[in-house]
């Protein structure tokens, strides 16, 4: 028998079979078959439609059943599904339909089909409007509505879309009219029409323009008008005339051009002309008669009279000018004048008027000034400087020459003579003026003494002075012989006086008198003498070679210091103290006695000092304060004990950094500045620090010395 336990699935169970054996006692036994059964095998699927791809959403086709077949169950028959991925528009997406088979244990097989919606056709678009070309912005025609066919959906209407791109005007332009197609998936399509606008019809010129005229003057130049012409875009355009003048030959004589232009919006014109010819060939009118004809004196030409004149031309200036034509009579201040106006235009058209004047000169000239006063002075004074004058006429702007003249006649003493001295001033026309001065010279003044004469001089009997030599000179005539006189008086009180008289008289017999006294003094004067010797001079001076030239031989010498080194005149050094020493001339005869002193200083200068030592100093500090500011060896300028030297001063390292000769404290020293040698530049400032020296030098003996050693330098 069979016991069945069923499973998951109806093909899924477990049947056990047993077979049982009884005997006849009852006795049994059994033998048992298991059998499973398991559905694993999936259904049998057909073949799924093939893929597709398709424009259009309504090209999908509609869904099918398909059959598979099972192992257990048979034919299994199932409908798609469709799993759809939308794209980026109503007609583009992708379909996955599938068909699954499952038997009744689950077992399942599936087939699927791709189906693919892809809208990538643009819509079919109409003819466009033809392109056209129009002369105004006014004649392009209104916008319109176009319609397009799609493949997928409705017919699409829509409106162009101008693109214009301006030319050079408002009339000049052309726009591109685009109509553009847009499916639902963005397919685009389009068409276009090409408007040209561009004006280039000048505007009418109008029918009535004013015609060609001449006038007088510029004032009858008419004012210019509007006029107005019609234009095929802009309708009315008005305008005025501007004026081109072509100038003629003067203010009042030209052309005219006038011109309107009319422009329209694109640059198109058209212009009409007027010419008015403007000319003057009339002359001015004074507005004054010329003055009357007369007859003058030079200095009353009057003026010439300021006339004016009109001019037909009101705009116009008139020049009027006014000239003199002199016609010249015998001189220069009798002439006759023809004084003529002309006015003149602008254009040269004159008008003349004239007036006679006939002048004359009676009048003689005029000094500027009077002739100086009758004088008398001494023959040797200094005459005054005759003044210079002008003189002035009446006819002479220019001023008339004065003539100086003198004249001399001689007198009788005390008159000289007398000089008269005349200015003339005399015109072209021979008229005249004249003034003089007269001027006499006399002589009342005696001689007078050439150089200086002190009326009194002071003197000592020793120093008397000789008789002057005078000379004598007169200002006007000769000098006479000369008187001199001589006057001593007695000694008095120890003093005397000395007269000296002159008279001199000149050739009219003035006389003059001259005199000088001499007050002499009697007394014991002293005349010092300076001189010296030194101690160690073994020569002997002879005093009287000292003395003053012409001093008496007759005198005694006295040794006043007692110094015992004077013999009679003689005067000798050796064994006198140094000092100074006063060796008297004693002079006792005649009126006037008096000493000599000779002041002999007795001294050393002739004595050799003894060479000094040579003394180094070695540390200094060159820091410009004023102090210690070489390196100092003293007694090394003395050139006459050390006659020669050499030094040189080397830095730590060894390098010379200076070296001289005739090494010299005050012109010649070490200042602390590098002579540039080896790697120390030259006239830079050394640094603080230690330096060697070597100093060699020669002795007045000839020995040579060399000493060495340390220098300090601190700054």
Known sequence: SDVTTPGACANSFVIVRTWTFT????????????????????????????????????????????????????????????????????????????????????NTTSVSQTITVEDTEAPVPPTAPADITFQCTGEVPPMISLTATDNCGEPITVEGVDTTVQGSCANSFVTTRTWTFTDACGNTSSVSQVISVNDTIAPAAPLKVPGDLTVNCGEQVPETMPLTAIDNCSGEITTVGVDTIIPGSCPNTYTVIRTWTFTDDCGNTTTVTQTINVIDNIAPVFDQTAPEDITVTCEDVPTAATLTATDNCSNATVNVTVADSVTLGACAGSYTVIRTWTATDACGNTAIQTQDITVVDQTAPVFNGTAPDDITVECDSVLPTPPTFTATDNCDNTGIAVVYAETSEPGTCPIVSVLTRTWTATDACGNVASMSQVITLQDTTGPVVNGTLEPVVNATCDAVPTVPELTFTDGCSTVGPVTFNETISDPVNGAYTILWEWEVSDSCGNASQFSQTVNVTINNSTTEIPSQICYTDTSIIDLTTLLPEGTPTGGTWVDVAGTGGLTGSNFTAIGVPLGLHVLQYQITEGSCPRNININMDVNEDCAVEPCGDIII???????????????????????????????????????????????????????????????????????????????????????????????????
């Open 23 to 106: 005997d006849l006692c009852g006795n049994a036994s059994s033998v048992s078959q298991t059998i499973n059964v398991n559905d694993n095998i999936a259904p049998v699927a057909p073949t799924a439609p093939a893929d597709v791809t398709l424009s259009c959403a309504s090209e999908v086709p509609a869904m099918i059943s398909l059959t598979a077949t099972d192992n257990c169950a048979g034919d299994i028959t199932a409908e798609g599904v469709d799993t759809i991925a939308q794209g980026n528009c109503p007609n583009s997406f992708v379909i996955t339909r599938t068909w699954t088979f499952t038997d009744a244990c689950g």
């Open 617 to 715: 100093h070695n540390a200094f500090s060159p820091n410009n304060d004023g102090v210690n500011e070489h390196f100092s060896v003293e007694n090394l300028e003395d050139f006459t004990c050390y006659p020669t030297n050499s030094v040189e001063i080397y830095n730590r390292w060894g390098v010379l950094v200076y070296d001289t000769t005739q090494y010299d404290n005050a012109l010649n020293s070490f200042k602390g500045v590098s002579e540039g040698r080896a790697t120390v530049n030259k006239g830079a400032e050394l640094p603080t620090g230690t330096y060697f020296y070597i100093l060699q030098y020669t002795t007045s003996e000839g020995t040579t010395v060399k000493k060495d050693g340390y220098l300090y330098l601190s700054r």
